[in-house]
């Protein structure tokens, strides 16, 4: 059974930064993707960053590029979300998930069949 355990998360001013970890217990990844998701009250689950864990390619959305690194450690089975310059909108409940999705189904839920429990991020202007 894949358990991925996420932890980072917390109260930031905006402008600051926190970096999120996502620790599984599966010992290989190759043919997986690592990702992560987002959740804000009343909104849904939305992309925010993916990584081919063989490659390591990777793909972000639009409203997080530019100031958001996803990141993997082969070693400790481990992805990473450098987040900087944090925003007042990045309030959100953060998912890591892994899974197998092709080229066109990186950005969507249904694409991941294992995920944490979340952790909270609050960011306050």
């Known amino acids: 059974q894949v358990q991925l355990v996420e932890s980072g998360g917390g109260l930031v001013q905006a402008g600051g930064s926190l970096r999120l970890s996502c620790a599984s217990s599966v010992r290989t990844f190759s043919g997986y993707t690592g990702a992560w998701f987002r959740q804000a009250p009343g909104k849904a689950r939305e992309f925010v960053a993916a990584?081919?864990?063989?490659?390591?390619?990777?793909y972000y959305a639009d409203s997080v590029k530019g100031r958001v690194t996803i990141s993997r450690d082969y070693a400790r089975n481990t992805v990473y979300l450098q987040m900087n310059n944090l925003k007042p909108d990045d309030t959100a409940v953060y998912y890591c998930?892994?899974?197998?999705?092709?080229?066109?189904?990186?950005?969507?839920?249904?694409?991941?069949?294992?995920w944490g429990q979340g952790t909270q991020v609050t960011v306050s202007s």
């Open positions: 998930a892994l899974g197998s999705p092709n080229s066109r189904s990186f950005y969507t839920t249904t694409a991941y069949a294992y």
């Open positions: 990584i081919t864990w063989s490659a390591g390619n990777t």
